[in-house]
């Protein structure tokens, strides 16, 4: 029982396709409307809202909306920070998304590796709370030493 509602949340994460983002441009309503559709999962925790929204504009994690429509390209980074923002620091987003480079190659990225994580749950599910917590520590603690490396490679 709990192990069917803990896969029904993780299938509440899974992103949407590429191909499912509308492309014709979405005002900021509309796209709090879509991401809040697309990841109910999420909706227990802390949410998205516009100034948040604005925030990760001027930081430079998405594009900036034209004519106060945002693009594919932004809903999708959009979608990918509300995944990340519940282990991620602001610069851990921007270092594993990369402002700048293609969204549409590191959403099709995200959303396999995604996929293949809420799949390997429902294949052998940790055996507990503190095993699943010990795994999560785990990661994220190589994720933190991967991008460091990826720095320190990067220093002149």
Known sequence: MLEARIQEALNGCRLPAWETIPDFGLYMDQVLTYVERNLPSLSGLPGLTAPMINNYVKAGL???????????????????????????????????????EGTEEIYAAFRSSQDRIIGSFSDAAPASALACALESASLHLICRLMLAEDTAEKAP
């Not at 959009?78 to 991620?88: A, F, G, N």
């Open 62 to 100: 998405v594009d900036r909306p034209d004519g106060k429509k945002y693009s594919r390209s932004a809903v999708a980074r959009l979608l990918m920070i509300c995944v990340l923002k519940q282990t991620m620091s602001q610069d851990g987003i921007r270092r594993l998304l990369r402002p700048g």
